[in-house]
């Protein structure tokens, strides 16, 4: 991809030319005009030739592809950005790798305060089974070390970080040897946090961004909460973000709201909604969702955070205030439980009401038709993450061993929930899975249980157009003309039309057809690579060497 050498400008035209432009206005565009930071026009490369002299820099693609940026809308940014400078486990294959992968992080780092690490799972390991606290005491040699299993909805830890928690052994969720999870959880979390320094937690705020852009990523919506991090930390997120060129960032802040003067706070935190990850339960893997029947593997149902009643209230007031709702919630009682609230709150301040806030809900993984139906009927958005089901679906995976082989069959139904017309918002919840876009949308695609797989472009949709739709926002994700100027341009492979049901596909990538191609994600197929990235027409990030 080659470019003129015109000076850079915050207001400057720029015509690209030469390539592939993924835009419905014009299924055949290989040209596009950006002014002002938005889109003035896209187009065949003939008519290209008319804007050529008047425009202040002319970019060749060179046969590259341009679409809309992505957005994720489910990452914890800074937990990100210590995954990506720090202790990283998801790699480990086995406990003793976990363990000395810990002993050489350790070593490697003698002056933390608090080693932070992230991202094992046992149920990958032969052992199956977590380290023990006296191994994560041998492997830290006396230091205080959190360790969040994959899921970020339990924890071991090290006897050095329970001693700087007074009170611990009490809390709800304490484990003498197992993970911690619920209230003890939280509290080491926030100790380990603590540790963390404003400058390293900028700097890793900066590397999560610095990331993302890399990736064709043009926005994250940040969830944020008081059990997940704290107010510093959120704020200062979207002061760096403000103040350096990278992707946008929309916070979310998960704390109850009650009456004008709670969603003032909410609005002065510099959050878009009251939402994210307000836990209505926790997560499959660490056995704190919430199900209607025992897990397969555990003689209980998980775990409870909020009731109808207090979702009702919450989505109540904030629909009053005027201001975006949402939680987390994966098991099937969970969800129940929202549904019921939501739909009590409807009752209360008005449906219309209700569904033109467009109250979003997290993860949504454990759906029942019946769910499925009330979001559709309520304007629930759902903010999935169909890594999930890559990492965790099929008859062999985690979900079949936390519910039985019938029960996992049932997660993520994505394209039940396309089919009742619920709006699809992708994301990664990175650090939980990695920041992937094209991978995300492949997960999607060839979601391991045939029936909940939806096309590319659909899945495409989600996770650009779709995040913009979960803020409320319609003019923006999609390259037309009025629209904002936030795009990637991709080296790849020849671009298709790829749909679950051969039917569909065979009319579909018909030129007559007029549907415009993506990428080949069929698995094993090479994944596009982010030449550049731009948000409202400033370029955030150049691959080194193009």
Known sequence: MTESTAPQSE?????LRGGDVHSPADPFATAMVVERGHVAWVGSEGAADAFASGVDEVIDLEGALVTPAFTDAHV???????????????????????????RAHVTAHPADRVVLGHGWDATRWPEQRPPSRAELDEAAAGRPVYLPRVDVHSAVVSTALLDLVPGVTAMPGYDPEGPLTAAAHHAVRAAAHDAVTPAQRAEAQRAALRHAASLGIGSLHECGGPDISDEDDFTGLLKVAAEQPGPRVFGYWAQEVADEKDARRIRELGAVGAAGDLFVDGSLGSHTACLHEPYADAPHTGTAH???????????????????????????????????????AAEKVGPARVRAARHRVEHAEMLTPETVAAFAELGLTASVQPAFDAAWGGEEGMYAQRLGAARAATLNPYAALLRAGVPLAFGSDSPVTPLDPWGTVRAAAFHRTLEHRVSVRAAFTAHTRGGWRALGRDDAGTLVPGAPADYAVWRTDQLVVQAPDDRVARWSTDPRSGTPGLPDLSPGADLPVCLRTVV?????YVRPNE
């Open 306 to 344: 909020l009731d109808a009643a207090r979702i009702a209230a919450h989505v109540a007031a904030c629909t009053e205030a005027g201001l975006q709702a949402g939680f987390h919630a994966i098991g099937d009682a969970a969800l129940s439980s929202v549904v019921e609230g939501v739909g009590a």
């Open 76 to 102: 914890h940014t800074t937990s990100t950005g210590l995954a990506l400078t720090g202790l990283d486990l998801s790699g480990a294959r086995t406990l003793g790798d976990a363990l000395a992968r810990v």
């Open 536 to 540: 409202l027409g400033q370029t955030v």
């Open 11 to 15: 207001h400057r035209t720029v015509l």
